[in-house]
């Protein structure tokens, strides 16, 4: 007989996405980014961080500072732009986004131009800010389903 108790595909590609999110060394806030086509193969990841070829250690990592660009707001990559760029799978159209928090509105833009149609989200933490309440019309208004993750309550656990 064949074993029952594997993993659903959303566990699975929510696993990845919580996996590549400990790439990303953000002191606050990391964030994981799956993008998956319709024959549930994977087609890309990503995670929060500085641009290719920017030194992270020249960086700031800071929420605040004396002004914006003491921040690493106006650098950092979210991680669901990294997982679009970073694909070489060529047309994302029709893909489901796994990522662990919920898109801000200009990460729905870049969603929404690539052609993904669902994103799964593990925590929308940020929820009520004027950046989520864009993004959740962008997708309302676009046609792309936003769904929270279910967690089943399964521990899995990777010993390093």
Known sequence: MKRTDYITWDEYFMGIAMLSAQRSKDNNTQVGACIVNRENKI????????????????MPWERDGDSPLDTKYPYVCHAELNAILNSSFGSLSGCTLYV???PCNEC???IIQSGIKRVVYYSNKYAGTDSVMAATLLFEKCGVAAEAYSPSGKDITLKM
């Not at 087609?43 to 020249?58: A, I, K, L, R």
């Open 43 to 58: 087609v890309s990841v990503g995670y929060n961080g500085m641009p290719t070829g920017c030194d992270d250690d020249d």
């Open 100 to 102: 662990t928090l919920f």
């Open 108 to 110: 729905a833009k870049a």
